[in-house]
């Protein structure tokens, strides 16, 4: 199996700027395409960004595009999270995930970290 540990999180304020790091271990990391997705309190988990196996591909939702930039280094078993110009709106546990293929859809994710708390105040 994967295991995956998410870092990076923090308290940053509206228009601000964090990196979530995803260390993996376990099966060959660059195996598989990578997620990050993001849940608050009564809402369903939300796909946020997603990056090919080799990170020649990448998805976004609509809601993060050209703020937030997803990347990989498969020599360091790890995939990033860029997020720029954050909003109240993204504040949410923020969870890395590995799968088979590249796709937004959460069901297709068999691996999952615990998730990094990222508030962002106004």
């Known amino acids: 199996q994967v295991q995956l540990v998410e870092s990076g999180g923090g308290l940053v304020q509206a228009g601000g700027s964090l990196r979530l790091s995803c260390a993996a271990s376990?099966?060959?990391?660059?195996?598989?395409?990578m997620g990050w997705f993001r849940q608050t309190p009564g809402k369903e988990r939300e796909s946020v960004a997603a990056?090919?196996?080799?990170?020649?591909?990448?998805l976004y939702a609509d809601s993060v595009k050209g703020r937030f930039t997803i990347s990989r280094d498969n020599a360091e078993n790890t995939v990033y999270l860029q997020m720029n110009s954050l909003k109240p709106e993204d504040t949410a546990v923020y969870y890395c995930?590995?799968?088979?293929?590249?796709?937004?859809?959460?069901?297709?994710?068999?691996?999952w970290g615990q998730g990094t708390q990222v508030t962002v105040s106004s």
């Open positions: 376990g099966r060959t990391f660059s195996s598989y395409a």
């Open positions: 990056i090919s196996w080799n990170g020649g591909s990448t």
């Open positions: 995930a590995a799968a088979n293929r590249l796709t937004m859809n959460h069901i297709a994710y068999n691996y």
